[in-house]
């Protein structure tokens, strides 16, 4: 904990909580549980004096208070008034933070109730719509995002806004192929379990959307947790949970992907990513779904959680649906989660090299940064890394791909000194806290256990202490760094304070919650931070999710970038400017030449034009034309990779347990065949050599009997080019060492 803490809590025990009274609420609606008005006195409190940033809950935080609350309800502009808007105003205006310090939740409820009244009137308008006969033949539209349109101006304008989204809706219950008779009840029943699901809401669900609202008007990550909430946040810390392994948080009434946790069903599905959102959750093979959105998320929770070995079927929105009405249904057997499916594990990839001999390059796969101490011993990412690096110079890689896409972070400790296998003792990280204090962590004093050519892997995805390993390699001159135009971009910590210990002891019983606050800021050895700016590679490879609003610099209110002082570090590694301009050529002429980073190329060009378009068609005929042009362009990628004669790098896959149990290679391709890898040099690393040509080398059956609507294996491209790029790292190093030693015989 902070040491400010026990600061706040002797200013918190000295504070007044007597929430100000309330006036009487209507018949059905929502009231403040007894303990609301102190939680929010001392939740505003607590950040205002213990967030990084030390903003004021004052009068110019009211209007983003006010928009950050009514998006949770209605993101889209759908249920509320003009009217009521006007009447928010009128009655909170900027007295609306101010009046969290006393303890008035009044607006939260007063708010929260309209809004169900709006939706009970909604739902009843989608029943009568739907009996309603559309013909689809119209060449209307819909606005597809609604986010940034105005209010209906009144009752009227509503009706007509609802007809048109029933329309819409019932279109696309049309478009994937529902039966006729099922397709009106499908509409009606999302919307009569959307309002049930908000008509599950009590007190201290109201209070945490409220208070969450606060809390992200100072940043997105800070939040308030009810104690179902908090209860949950204490299970996800347990990594022998069952269940599919995702994080999620609420947004504008979805549960949005946080995160996929390495080694779950979720990550072995490869069908959840980051940013999707769950629609509805069905149990078993065949079971109804039910409705998510406006959920409570301990409800949620437990309707994807259950016992090892059963179905949940997921209905998500992806992230990067190029079309605002896709839905794709995952089904995954829910299984137990455990640390050891998580951990560190590596790969040999055969290169061919410039003098025909095949490179051997090392691949360490570090899905977070985990530690953990228990009876069985401690568990620590560093010192996995450290075995499988040991094993892989024992086998006589040539050089170190240390992959971190997608690794979302974790133990700072375990980063700090990972980067130290690498560069040896020195600066990592410096780490600032809300009072300004500077702190620079050193990895551990000594030599790197591996000083040869080396090449670091990101994504979009990679977060938080993946950035600041990559960036320390970096700055440093240790690595070269290869990704999309950036990392996630997040240089925050948070800290969670339980409020049992801040309240009075007549009010403990009422289980507080929790705050998640942040309160230290990262900053690079160079001295920038990786707040909104991330890490940028020096080899960009081309990326879809690079164009996706999904990082930390697209979210509301994000801290900004800024500097401070250098610290005071020494270069680690040899690579220079003018070797780095030589692999980007080279990279980009492969990227150029690729098919896949072809495909990759015409997905950024195609999402780009389709976000200009404001609206979506309300005509069938288009739609259907649409998604067959959709289809025939998937049909056409896999007819071509199905006639592909270059066959994926021959990869051998290697795990901890793998080295413990002294296992040998098994590469996935006859490479003799397909890469003019010879037996002796999978001998010389102590490798076998499977018979099976590798994926993607035959043509499937549906490639066979002219089917292309499924895709044939793809090769990892990405982690491909990031091999030549190695091996062209490698070359150079060769060629420097060769010169060298030319000079000394010359001398």
Not at 365 to 387: H, N
Not at 410 to 434: H, N, R, Y
């Amino acid at each position: 904990m902070d040491p400010r803490s026990n600061t706040l809590l002797s200013l918190f025990l000295g504070l007044s909580l007597a929430a100000a009274p309330r006036p009487a609420a209507a018949a059905g609606n929502i009231e403040p549980a007894p303990a609301s008005g102190a939680t929010a006195q001392l939740v505003a409190r607590i950040l205002e004096e213990g967030h990084y940033d030390h903003k004021p809950v004052a009068a110019e935080t009211s209007r983003e208070l006010l928009k950050l609350y009514l998006r949770r309800y209605d993101p889209y502009r759908l249920f509320f008034l003009a009217s009521d808007i006007e009447e928010f105003d009128s009655r909170f205006g900027p007295g609306l933070a101010p009046r969290l310090r006393a303890g008035d939740v009044e607006p939260a409820y007063f708010i929260f109730n309209r809004f169900m009244a709006r939706l009970e009137e909604r739902v009843g308008w989608v029943r009568a719509f739907a009996r309603s006969t559309y013909t689809f033949t119209s060449e209307g539209s819909i606005l597809a995002d609604r986010k940034e349109a105005p209010w209906p101006a009144d009752g009227a304008a509503a009706l007509a806004l609802w007809r048109q989204r029933v329309e819409y809706d019932l279109l696309n219950e049309k478009l994937s192929s529902a039966k006729p008779e099922d397709q009106a009840a499908n509409v009606v029943k999302s919307y009569d379990r959307l309002l049930e699901n908000y008509r599950e809401f009590d007190p201290a669900d109201v209070l945490q959307g409220y208070l969450t609202a606060l809390a992200n008007c100072f940043d997105p990550h800070s939040e308030y947790m009810g104690p179902p909430a908090k209860d949950n946040f204490d299970i996800s810390l347990s990594l022998s949970l069952v269940g599919i392994g995702v994080t999620l948080q609420t947004e504008e009434g979805y549960a949005k992907i946080l995160a996929v946790i390495p080694g779950s069903p979720a990550a072995a599905s490869k069908a959840l990513h980051l940013n999707d959102r769950i629609e509805a959750v069905a149990q078993g093979t065949d079971g109804a779904f039910v409705e998510a959105v406006g959920m409570r998320i301990d409800r949620l929770v437990k309707l994807i959680r259950g016992e090892k070995g059963t179905v949940v079927r997921l209905r998500i929105i992806p992230a990067d649906a190029l079309d605002p009405s896709v839905r794709a249904v995952v089904a995954l057997v829910r299984d137990k989660i455990l640390l050891r499916e998580q951990k560190a594990r590596a790969q040999v990839v055969l290169v061919p090299g410039q003098d025909g001999r095949d490179l051997k390059l090392g691949v360490i796969k570090l899905p977070s940064f985990y530690t953990q101490a228990g009876p069985a011993g401690s568990e620590s990412a560093a010192l996995d890394v450290k075995v499988l690096l040991g094993h892989l110079t024992g086998l006589g890689a040539d050089g170190i791909i240390l992959d971190l896409r997608d690794n979302g972070g974790g133990s700072l400790e375990e980063a700090v000194t990972m980067t130290g296998l690498f560069t040896g003792g020195g600066p990592v990280v410096q780490v600032k806290d809300s009072r300004g204090g500077v702190r620079v962590l050193s990895a551990p004093p000594g030599p790197p256990d591996y000083a040869g050519p080396l090449v670091t892997l990101d994504s979009r995805f990679s977060a938080s202490a993946s950035e600041i390993v990559s960036a320390a390699l970096k700055d440093r001159g240790r690595a070269v760094l290869v990704g999309g135009e950036s990392t996630f971009c997040k240089g925050t910590v948070q800290q969670v304070l339980d409020l049992d210990s801040f309240m009075p002891l007549s009010l403990r019983r009422q289980k507080p919650g929790a705050v998640r606050l942040t309160s230290q800021k990262f900053y690079r050895v160079s001295g920038g931070s990786t707040q909104n700016r991330g890490v940028v590679p020096d080899i960009t490879l081309p990326s879809l999710s690079d164009h996706l609003e999904m990082t930390e610099s697209s979210l509301p209110n994000a801290m900004a970038y800024d500097e401070i002082s250098p610290a005071a570090y020494d270069s680690a590694g040899p690579v220079s400017r003018e070797q780095l301009d030589r692999l980007r050529a080279a990279s980009l002429a492969r990227v150029a030449a690729s098919p896949e980073f072809r495909f990759v190329k015409q997905d950024i060009a195609l999402y780009l034009e389709r976000r200009k378009e404001k609206t979506v068609s309300l005509n069938y005929a288009k739609r259907l034309a649409e998604r067959e042009v959709e289809k025939a362009r998937q049909a056409g990628r896999n007819k071509e990779r199905a006639a592909r004669k270059a066959a994926p790098l021959p990869v051998a896959e290697l795990t901890l347990e793998d080295i413990a149990a002294g296992k040998p290679l098994v590469f996935n391709s006859t490479a003799a065949v397909i890469s003019g890898v010879a037996a002796s040099t999978a001998a010389a690393v102590g490798a076998e050599v499977s018979t099976a040509p590798a994926a993607g080398v035959e043509l499937s059956t549906a490639a066979a009997s002219g089917d292309y609507d499924r895709a044939p294996p793809v090769p990892d491209f990405v982690l491909e080019e990031s091999a030549y790029v190695l091996a062209d790292l490698i070359a150079a190093a060769s060629r420097r060492n060769k010169a060298g030693e030319g000079e000394k015989d010359r001398r």
